[in-house]
């Protein structure tokens, strides 16, 4: 390519997560002034998330170096740690990793959904910094299209792979305008935190109740959620629609007392989801009437199987990007071109235009729609002349043959440095 698109990045693949953390980027605004003045790259563009700091940039020029040292730079890292831990590659290579970011093949979880949302904002910010251009641009925006239609054609993202999303997918299927009802997390430990994730990505409001009031609050000061004392809860499980428990307790704290208490005064059905290990919802709740009740065990299974659908997928979604790389790699070098392209026609028409006047003066022509069709056909011989090279020109630039572009831009006296 004219202009290379470099990644250097460092992730769960080749780094520990306190390593990893090392390497975040808090200062956004000024890591992409550093990087374009310091490093020799023209666009730039950061991704973060748990799994991986990354960054994407476009230059005619730069230096790997310049781009290790700024970074280590802006986290005050030792340069011998930052050797250690940055992976570096460079167009194709660097073109085929966001495909496989955007489809979910590079995620620590198979076909993720966060990633592509968390993709999405970095191009957002860095448009709004001024930090991304043209190439970048497009190259994101046409990444994350491919990417959303190979999740969608071959299904890698469907089904929960967590306790927690799959025990929020099965209370969506299983209970009808689920955002309407009245929901309780019980627990604050890992898999109430996957089920507040879930619930929270989807947008639903939830209680959280713990053996503290305390421990409940600091929990959705995190999560989200409305802490609920403990005690008021187990009195009053007909106010609550959907129970998710996942608690260490030794012994039943959803008894099946409780819920046939609770099922006499309520209207609607209850569904409750034991998340614990063991169990502590007495499983004589699951033949009252209106109640429909789910263990760890079956859910488990469930996420299991969504777990290896989705890894037989990976070989559909390879060759798919593999199909996907040559068409957008060809785009990207097509870009190269169009700086000169746009000029040799803007200069064309100027020039049309001006002995078009000059024409016009000479007929003493003053017929508007005569006028019109003269100038119609100059701007029509214009376009038949200039089309073919033009064309000729991008296909050049598409295979990747920048020396035709050089000569074209003497020859068409293309003075602008190409960008």
Known sequence: MYQNIVNARVTFRNSPIHILERFTIKDLEKAYSQFKENSGLDECVIIQTCNRIEVFGKAKNYDVNKIKKTWAGLTGLDETVVEENIEFVENTDALHHLLKLTSGLDSMVVGEEQILGQIKNSITLARNAKASGQ??????????????????????????????????????????????????????????????????????????????????????????????????????????????????????????????????????????????????VDEKVAIIKGVKLMNLDQIAEMVEKNMKSRTNKIKSVENIISEELTVLEASMKRLDAEPLVKDVFKNMDSLREKELQKALQMLNETDEKKIKIIEELTKAVMECIVATPMNNIRKASEQGKPDIIELASKLFDYKKELD
């Open 135 to 280: 190439h970048l641009n497009n190259l994101f925006d046409k990444a994350i299209r491919i990417g959303t239609r190979i999740r969608n054609s071959t299904g890698i993202s469907r089904g929960g792979i967590s306790i927690g999303s799959m025990a929020v997918k099965l209370a969506e299927e299983n209970i009808d305008e689920l955002k309407l009802k009245k929901i309780l997390v019980i627990g604050t430990g890992e898999v109430s935190t996957l089920v507040a994730k879930s619930l929270g990505r989807r947008g639903y409001d939830f209680m959280v109740t713990s053996r503290t009031i305390e421990r409940s609050q600091m929990f959705c000061e995190t999560m989200g959620g409305t802490a609920v004392k403990f005690e008021d809860t187990l009195t009053k499980f007909e106010n609550y629609d959907v129970l998710f428990v996942a608690t260490t307790a030794p012994y039943f704290l959803v008894t099946n007392e409780r819920i046939v208490k609770a099922m006499e005064t309520k209207k609607n059905g209850m569904m409750i989801l034991d998340l614990s290990n063991p169990r502590t």
